[in-house]
């Protein structure tokens, strides 16, 4: 189990844009760090990332849904849908010190790790090239966001549908309607009926 | 306006992102204000754009410009600058990579700027630099968020409600003609609403 974890973040890490093989050092002591992996199942809230947390966590298997409290619905909103092989993090606590105004629940059953952020400021000091792969990580996580805010920007649901079916097929495949719909800004309503015009 | 004047706004404009702990960061974020340069630009002169080559991090000091990413042949307006806000390209001061966006300016503006150059060699060699570095990214973050949650509101006045608790002047900032697409909804849609905004 935790060898597949080490294949995981090294894999994840040799996969950013700034990675150079002069980091391998670094990236095998953030491989190290990491905790063993636990289990969560489908449904459950992540209670791991509840405040005070400030950690990094991976998920190593399986499907989280990011949500957060949508001011303008009585109901809590689906923020962002997470794939395996990624980082998430508590942002608020992180950034800002505060409290989170999102939290994640599996979609799936999920595994997920962390690496705690006392190890990453430790390991800062030590391997200054951590900042370039904070920053290149980070730099993944804007590209998506970047390109998620053109695809809800497109007035119409069937282009922000056949948008998710090309660009994250690996998301659309997962996704129940319910989740599609808020993953793409529109009332379930509308995409029902785009699915009708769709299937014409 | 005097230029002391605008170097206080520059100062704090920089203490509102770095936590300034001792007099010693005080001191040195004063010094980096001091390096910045100051000019005035007019309408639809661009902060950056696709060619630039060497990024500048731009603080606004009145005014406003918008950001536009390119998607195929088209520009989206992506989000805007008000005044008392940083504006720079991720894609050059973060991960030096050409820049996929450029910035034109929307309303005359008064824009201090510091070339990259002069910013990495503060950002790598002062203790203060690595906060301010990790502030902008935490900022150019919460930026993308802040923006997806606009966005993910699925009726048009939900939208504009949501943009204008983010920005209250959003109305008055974008031109109309554009306001549409950055709201990612039709013109009838946005006239609609703006209508029943304006009824209450």
């Known amino acids: 189990m935790a060898n597949s974890l080490d294949k995981l973040v090294f894999d994840f890490f040799r996969g950013l844009p700034a990675y150079t093989s002069d980091m391998e050092e670094t990236v095998q002591s953030i491989v190290q760090s990491f905790d063993t992996p636990i289990t969560k199942p489908k449904g459950s809230i992540i209670t791991e990332l509840s405040p005070p947390n400030k950690d990094f966590w991976f998920l190593c298997e399986g499907y989280l849904k990011e949500i957060y409290k949508n001011p303008f619905h009585n109901q809590d909103s689906l923020f962002n849908f997470i794939p395996p092989s990624s980082i998430f993090v508590n942002e608020d606590s992180l950034f800002y010190n505060k409290r989170p105004q999102h939290y994640y629940k599996a979609y799936t059953d999920v595994r997920i790790a962390s690496f705690s952020n006392e190890r990453f400021q430790e390991l800062k000091k030590k391997f200054p090239a951590i900042i370039k792969l904070y920053l290149s990580g980070t730099g993944e996580i804007q590209k998506n966001r970047r390109s998620r805010l053109l695809m809800l920007r497109m007035p119409n649901t069937i282009d922000r549908i056949e948008w998710v079916q090309s660009q994250r097929g690996d998301l659309y495949n997962k996704m129940d309607r319910v989740t599609l719909a808020q993953y793409i800004g529109v009332s379930r309503a509308s995409l029902y009926r785009a699915f009708e015009k769709l299937d014409e | ?200």
């Not at chain 2, 906060?131 to 699925?154: A, G, V």
């Open chain 2, 1 to 200: 306006m005097s230029k002391d004047k605008d170097y206080e706004f520059i100062l704090e404009g920089l203490s509102l992102h770095v936590n300034v702990g001792s007099s010693d960061d005080q001191e040195a974020l004063l010094q980096l204000s001091r390096r910045f340069t100051i000019r005035t630009y007019k309408e639809e002169e661009e902060l950056w754009n696709l060619t630039t080559s060497s990024g500048q991090l731009h603080f606004i000091l009145s005014g406003a410009f918008a950001e536009y990413l390119i998607d195929g042949r088209i520009a989206h307006l992506l989000r805007f600058y008000p005044k008392n806000r940083f504006a720079y390209s991720e894609d050059l001061i973060l991960y030096s990579s050409k820049p996929k966006t450029y910035s034109k300016c929307l309303v005359e503006a008064r824009v201090a700027s510091i070339p990259a150059g002069t910013l990495a060699e503060y950002l790598m060699n002062e203790q203060l630099g690595s906060r301010l570095l990790t502030s902008l990214i935490e900022l150019s973050m919460t930026e993308y968020r802040n923006t997806t949650y606009e966005m993910l509101q699925t009726s048009g006045i939900h939208r504009i409600s949501a943009a204008l608790e983010q920005f209250p002047d959003v109305l008055d900032l974008i031109p109309r003609n554009q306001l549409a697409d950055y709201l990612g909804i039709s013109r009838a849609s946005l006239f609609r609403s703006l209508k029943q905004i304006d009824n209450g």
